[in-house]
Nanobody
Framework: QVQLVESGGGLVQAGGSLRLSCAAS????????MGWFRQAPGKERAFVAA??????????ADSMKGRFTITISRDNAKNTVYLQMNSLKPEDTAVYYC???????????????????WGQGTQVTVSS
């Protein structure tokens, strides 16, 4: 079992930055890959980024790769995963969720249905 609690969301102006945190509890956290997803109003939940259990492998959605402004990281000593977002745009407005996945196949990491545990989400609002 893994329990996940996101924090760090809020209201920010376009061009600003936020760092989202996901605090985890449970013995399987350190052996789980972690992902961030987001869901905007009226849209499907979309993959943002994922990171392996060791932190040695990161994976970003194709829509994020060209921006160089989003970074996923984790600190297993603190049982926490982070999503650093810079140069935010109004289209980044969404509820952001972190999730844990036990499947080691990286092809699963972008599919929200493959994840085993979810947090409650944190709202990010970017004003223009």
């Amino acid at each position: 079992q893994v329990q996940l609690v996101e924090s760090g969301g809020g209201l920010v102006q376009a061009g600003g930055s936020l760092r989202l945190s996901c605090a985890a509890s449970g013995r399987t956290f350190r052996s789980s890959a972690m992902g961030w997803f987001r869901q905007a109003p009226g849209k499907e939940r979309a993959f943002v980024a994922a990171i392996s259990w060791s932190g040695g492998l990161t994976y970003y959605a194709d829509s994020m790769k060209g921006r160089f402004t989003i970074t996923i990281s984790r600190d297993n000593a603190k049982n926490t995963v982070y999503l650093q977002m810079n140069s935010l745009k109004p289209e980044d407005t969404a509820v952001y969720y972190c999730a844990a996945i036990r499947d080691l196949d990286t092809r699963s990491w972008s599919r929200w249905g493959e994840y085993d545990y979810w947090g409650q989400g944190t709202q990010v609002t970017v004003s223009s």
